[in-house]
């Protein structure tokens, strides 16, 4: 049995997904309740990184758990330090990162657990749009046959632009989604020409919270799930149709 501790610091600098925010639900914070129960847990798990490519800040933040809750963990048989660690990153100090491990899992005895979700996908996948429409009313403007509230929800949510590659150019348009949300918009971004109809967009690094948040949004089309190989053949793995939509309804 384990137990979901909240040590009261984090790296997130988004209020709406920091486990450790004030007044959080997540997680018991007082070391006395928990060393009341501490018969009945085997392990702990602390979640407190999002984003967090700075070894030292996890470094600061697990000697703070070490130093708050340290004569409890003596007493577990595993502790999980959650996701968000991102140690796939360039130039993150991997070798001080496994020896800050090492040292803490043989310093208390404990087998520690990590969840790198999104060290794993980063720039694993893309989502590939195509231009349906430009027009111009202030700014350059294409439409294109996806959206950011169907597809990339999480991106709006976070009021954050999607990832285009390339960028780069003397023509910016703002991309936008083909929904009836006026807000649908992917970002602005730079193109080596004006774009026309047809033309293929690719955003990168979408494989992050979008196939668990994808909605029907007023009854948008799924992107299909294609698998492109290492011998660059491509496999559609899964394609979306008006049945899955009508399923998908209550």
């Known amino acids: ?60 933040m697990l000697t703070h758990i070490e130093e708050r809750f340290g004569h409890l963990l003596h007493k577990v048989e595993w502790v999980s330090l959650g996701g968000g660690i991102h140690f796939t990153g360039e130039g993150y100090a991997l ?17 520690v657990y990590l969840e790198p979700g999104e060290a794993a996908i980063t720039n694993s996948a893309s989502l590939e749009v195509t231009v349906l429409d430009t027009l111009y009313n202030g700014k350059n403007l294409a439409v294109v046959d996806s959206s950011i509230e169907a597809h990339l929800l999480d991106l709006l949510i976070y009021r954050l632009n999607a990832k285009m590659a390339p960028n ?37 690094d979408t494989a992050g919270y979008t196939m668990v948040k994808k909605n029907w949004f007023n009854g948008l089309k799924m992107p299909s799930i294609v698998v492109k190989q290492l011998d660059g053949s491509v496999e559609v793995v899964r394609d979306f149709g008006f049945e899955d939509y009508v399923s998908s309804l209550s």
């Open 1 to 60: 049995r384990g137990l979901r501790v909240n040590p009261q610091v984090s790296s997130s600098d988004y209020l709406l997904a920091d486990p450790a925010r004030p007044f959080s639900r997540l997680g018991e914070w007082d070391p006395v309740k928990i060393e009341q129960v501490i018969e009945q847990i085997s392990g702990f798990m602390f979640h407190n990184n999002c984003e967090n490519g700075d070894f030292g800040l996890f470094d600061q």
């Open 95 to 111: 070798d001080a990162f496994c020896a800050r491990l090492k040292a803490f899992s043989e310093r208390y005895g404990v087998q």
């Open 168 to 204: 780069d150019g003397e023509h910016t348009y703002m991309v936008c989604g083909k929904s009836c949300l006026a807000g649908d918009i992917f970002g602005e971004y730079q193109f080596d020409r004006p774009l026309a109809i047809g033309d293929r967009l690719s955003f990168i």
